[in-house]
């Protein structure tokens, strides 16, 4: 494990704990997409820093260019987390931003993705964007797990300068698969109720 | 670090030798008794009590560090248990936006200020930082920013959460600055031990007297384990192991039975207050961090009521 993504995990353990909650999945190196709820700059490593260590070498968040792709901040990314860029920006629209993720999950990775693509302000997950059933109907060997993270929008909300440390569990659901003729926005409707249905159900401690 | 080490007095290797091979005694009654068969309630029984011996272990292990570290590292300890207390409290109190700022300060400038008071031995400024200081101004910013909806319900619990896990808190390692017996530099450490001893020791024969004789219960709304059987024998037993303490102390065997009494009645409170506390802020743990013992202030709960008290009466009879 890089060294830099050590002290990572340790400061975000330090601010908001990041418990791991496996409640209808448990850790295992199958090939997944992770998807979450979004509402801080803390989600992406509040989740890298639930999963095991073994598991965090082949997972790879999904970070917006915008954000993440210059200075400091690129060099956390990419360098610490191993993250994909993604173009939020479609300044071409030749090209698909979704590219880097397949490229990414043709290669066996794991990915974490935010499927609302912006962060939102309250405790529930707002409408979910295309890229996710598209990723689903293109990837169908890839599990798909819901994941709710509690808190991180009171720690560190959108527009704050400074996290306020809260304690925040990281809920892993069961895995989700696309049925066949399923249609998209049922789909994408039926996971982010996966999501949301974690928010009530806190589990119990494993470790 | 050697001549640190010389000045640790050996009655600390003693009792730190007796902590361990007691430990590692219940360690093995364990095991062997989850060896053994038992119905689903045992069963879930004695992994209770596996958890629990398991946490002791994990605290014996920070006071070894605290302790053969030094004063610096014994307040990094502490602060940090204040920070997680902190965190656990502050994460099941609600809060607006206009709260932001003055918690984010209490967590990044107002726990380390307290800490390095205690450091820099700052007896004056220590008392009254965070009640004059930290009391006045953080509502003020909030003030500020008028944001007012439940205003005074807000700052009150925001207040509590302070005043619990930091200012209380910290009057355990306050104790490594009474420089008593002439400044004797393993006297105020053997003082803290005197005083982490006592408190769990408490806790853990109320646990053991309630559940072998426990009937009455004390306050059953509040804390559902606590009985009056529990209580008293659980009190009496921890009043004598602190009485029979008095030799690592600077207190005659009497008067250390005194304290230790006083250190089981303020413990006994502060779990029973801060029960109240926590049910009122809708919970049944403080948090996830510890296994087996609920959250960080579940555990230091009673230190946080026992030591400001000890550390003052301490101050004003033996320094």
Redesign the interface.
């Known amino acids: 494990m890089r060294p830099s993504s050590t002290v990572l995990v340790g400061i975000v353990k330090l601010l908001v704990g990041a418990y791991a909650r496996w409640i209808g999945s448990s850790p295992a190196p199958a090939q997944r997409i992770y998807f979450a709820n979004h509402t801080s700059h803390i989600d992406t490593l509040a989740i890298w820093s639930a999963l095991p260590r073994s598991l965090r070498r082949r997972t790879r968040p999904v970070a917006a260019k915008d954000y993440w792709g210059s200075g400091f901040r690129k060099y956390i990314a990419t360098r610490a987390l191993g993250a994909v860029l993604i173009d939020r920006s479609k300044t071409d629209p030749t090209v698909d931003p979704l590219e880097p993720l397949r490229v990414a999950l043709r290669e066996g990775d794991s990915l974490i993705i935010f499927p609302e693509g912006t962060r939102g302000a309250g405790a529930t997950p707002a409408r979910f964007r295309t890229g996710l059933y598209r990723l689903a109907s293109e990837f169908p060997q890839v599990e798909l797990i819901p994941v709710y993270l509690d808190n991180l929008h009171r720690s560190l909300p959108k527009g704050a300068a400074l996290p306020v440390p809260m304690v925040c569990t990281v809920r892993f659901g069961s895995p989700m698969a696309l049925d066949a003729g399923e249609d998209r926005d049922a789909f994408l409707e039926r996971a982010r109720a996966g999501v949301i249905a974690l928010a009530t159900n806190t589990g119990t401690a494993t470790a | 670090m050697i001549e640190h080490l010389r000045s640790i007095p050996h009655e600390f290797f003693w009792l730190f030798g007796s902590l361990v091979v007691l430990l590692g005694i219940s360690s093995t009654i364990a095991a062997w008794l989850q060896g053994r068969p038992a119905d689903e309630k045992k069963t879930a029984s004695r992994a209770n009590l596996v958890e629990r011996i398991n946490a002791w272990w994990v605290m014996v292990a920070i006071l070894a560090v605290a302790f053969l570290g030094g004063t610096a590292m014994t307040l990094i300890l502490f602060g940090l248990a204040s ?1 997680f207390a ?3 409290f ?2 099941l109190t609600p ?1 607006n ?1 206009g709260d ?2 003055p ?2 300060l209490s ?2 400038l107002v726990l380390p200020i307290q800490y390095l008071l205690i450091g820099l031995e700052r007896y004056g400024m220590f008392v009254i930082f965070i009640p004059v200081f930290a009391f006045l101004l953080l509502p003020s910013i909030a003030a500020l920013r008028s944001d007012v909806d439940d205003f005074l319900s807000r700052s009150a619990k925001q207040q509590w959460a302070l005043m619990v896990t930091v200012y209380a808190l910290s009057h355990a390692p306050a104790l490594l600055m009474l420089n008593l017996r002439g400044g004797h530099p393993g006297t105020d450490a053997l003082l803290l031990f005197y005083l982490l001893l006592v408190v769990q020791m408490s806790d853990v024969m109320q646990y053991v007297f309630g559940k072998l004789f426990g009937k009455t219960k004390i306050a059953p709304l509040v804390s559902p384990s606590k009985t009056v059987e529990g209580f008293i024998g659980g009190g009496i037993a921890a009043t004598l192991i602190g009485a029979a303490m008095w030799w690592i102390t600077p207190f005659t065997p009497l008067q250390s039975a005194a304290m230790a009494a006083v250190i089981v009645m303020m413990g006994f409170l502060g779990g029973l207050t801060l029960s109240a506390v926590k049910r009122s802020l809708g919970a049944k743990d403080w ?3 510890i ?1 087996g013992h609920g959250g960080v202030l579940d555990r230091t709960d009673s230190i946080c009521f026992a030591a400001p008290m000890f550390f003052h009466i301490v101050r004003f009879f033996y320094s």
């Open positions: 920070f902190l965190r656990e502050i994460t809060s936006p932001r700022l918690l984010s967590f990044f948090g996830v961090m296994e």
